[in-house]
């Protein structure tokens, strides 16, 4: 369920990549790299795991598909805490900029 | 256990070779290209640099990601030494198997997908290039 998750965090933020492209301002690039890096390590591992556990992978109790659910939203929302931070940080249309330092009349 | 720690090795070795380029790589060869759409379009041809950039945010993004799963887990622990499975000796060696498979297949699978982007890029880069040599 963590490694759908992020597949399907990786597939959106693509998409929104592609919509908005060439223009880059919200920098959606980096969660686009950050989303597809996790998980293609995750589906590492989940090839793992289906070699030592066959075709009990595919067949998890209900329970601990709701707690990798909770863990792949958990890890979506890290990584939109990341690229928010990231987006603030770079500024690349000087919101931030702009409202520090206005000049109050 | 560890896994997590092969790739964001492999993302320090990568952001170091990024700013050497960084600084190495003078301004990128820039062609006018003209299309029906757009008219004459300035098209510069994308750095090395920013190719290996890509390869970083990838296993910077993934391997802070997969940390955080660990920190979920209990496998990475705010006090020395930092990982559960360092304590004992059984464990050590486990993680060590792990990082050793698992971690190294992780890393070897993101730069693989990286070089089939570099490889798509840099084609379409040459056929817009000579395109614009034809001209």
């Known amino acids: ?105 | 256990m560890a896994c997590f720690i092969v790739p964001a090795a492999e993302a320090v070795i990568s952001t170091i070779v990024e700013k050497q380029l960084k600084k190495s790589e003078g301004e990128p060869q820039a062609v006018q290209v003209v299309s029906e759409e757009a008219g004459i379009e300035t098209v510069e041809r994308i750095p090395f640099s920013r190719k290996i950039h890509w390869l970083s945010n990838m296993l910077w993004g993934g391997s802070g990601l997969l940390a955080f799963e660990h920190v979920w887990h209990g496998e990475v622990v705010p006090w020395v030494p930092f990982l559960s499975a360092a304590g004992n000796a059984a464990d050590r060696l486990e993680m060590l198997r792990e990082m050793a498979t698992v971690g190294v297949t992780m890393g070897v699978v993101v730069t693989g997908v990286w070089l089939g982007i570099v490889a798509v890029t840099s084609a379409m880069e040459k056929k817009v290039l000579l395109q614009a040599a034809k001209r």
Do not use: R
């Open chain 1, 1 to 105: 369920m963590t490694l759908l998750t992020t597949i399907f965090a990786a597939i959106i933020s693509t998409v929104i990549w592609y919509k908005n492209a060439p223009e880059s301002q919200m920098m959606v690039g980096v969660l686009c790299w950050m989303y597809w890096g996790a998980s293609l390590m995750w589906m590492v591992d989940a090839v793992y795991e289906y070699i030592e556990l066959h075709m009990a992978y595919f067949q998890p109790s209900p329970a601990d598909m709701l707690n990798d659910f909770y863990l792949g939203l958990s890890v979506v929302a890290v990584g939109l805490v990341i690229w928010l931070v990231i987006l603030l940080i770079k500024d690349p249309k000087g919101v931030v900029k702009a409202a520090l330092f206005k000049k109050k009349n």
